[in-house]
Antibody
Framework: QLQLQESGSGLVKPTQTLSLTCTIS??????????WSWIRQPPGKGLEWIGH???????YYNPSLKTRASMAVDRSKNQFSVKLTSVTAADTAVYYC???????????WGRGALVTVSS | QSVLAQPPSTSGTPGQRVTISCSGG????????VNWYQQLPGAAPKLLMY???ERASGVPDRFSGTKSGTSATLAISGLQPEDEADYYC???????????FGGGTKLTVL
């Protein structure tokens, strides 16, 4: 069974860079036609898709975050990651990683990682 | 404000049938499939329905989905207390080249 686990800093200062990694177990990051996504959810609010990346490294981002977001894959570690620059309090959220399939459905999710932006 | 519009809340009593609407446009629901997610309190979202009307693995047949034009609907029949959760629709948007979520609907089982 495919499992995903987010890890990274839970507290980031304003203007700094948020960095999270998702570790995949039970499947290879290179398997199938799936891409790997990041989604976030501010406290008490709805879901926002940040973007996704293929094992090849090709990535696409939410236009609202495009200038600040970047993603990368590490095939040797079966991981993918996200960085978000110039963070503000509005970036405080639970960040989820997920597998995005050809239907653009997100069947497998991590448990989520709370990132708080505060000085 | 989400591009996919959902009612913020709905409610029902056990055994009742409830529906949740999701309204979009030609570049998203009108051109692509709709998926639905259920988020129980304190948990990560879970895929509920994919490809408009297909139930994800383990989802009871009390849940059903339909799509017509630029709108989609999730129906839950025989409502049960454990169905109390937030429900989100999602669809790819060809103009944005990205995945859109609805604002979410909080279902309360009275």
């Amino acid at each position: 069974q495919l499992q995903l686990q987010e890890s990274g800093s839970g507290l980031v200062k304003p203007t700094q860079t948020l960095s999270l990694t998702c570790t995949i177990s039970g499947a290879s990051i290179s398997s199938g036609g799936a891409s790997w996504s990041w989604i976030r959810q501010p406290p008490g609010k709805g879901l926002e898709w940040i973007g996704h990346i293929w094992h090849s490294g090709t990535s696409y981002y939410n236009p609202s975050l495009k200038t600040r977001a970047s993603m990368a894959v590490d095939r040797s570690k079966n991981q993918f990651s996200v960085k978000l620059t110039s963070v503000t309090a509005a970036d405080t959220a639970v960040y989820y990683c997920a597998r995005q399939d050809s239907y653009n459905s997100l069947q497998f999710w991590g448990r989520g990682a709370l990132v708080t932006v505060s000085s | 404000q989400s591009v996919l519009a959902q009612p913020p809340s709905t409610s029902g009593t056990p055994g009742q049938r409830v529906t949740i609407s999701c309204s979009g446009g030609r570049s998203n629901i009108g051109s692509n499939i709709v998926n639905w997610y259920q988020q129980l309190p304190g948990a990560a979202p879970k895929l509920l329905m994919y490809s408009n009307k297909e139930r994800a693995s383990g989802v009871p047949d009390r849940f059903s989905g339909t799509k017509s034009g630029t709108s989609a609907t999730l129906a839950i029949s025989g409502l049960q207390p454990e169905d109390e959760a937030d429900y989100y629709c999602a669809s790819w948007d060809d103009s944005l080249n990205g995945l859109l979520f609805g604002g979410g609907t909080k279902l309360t089982v009275l």
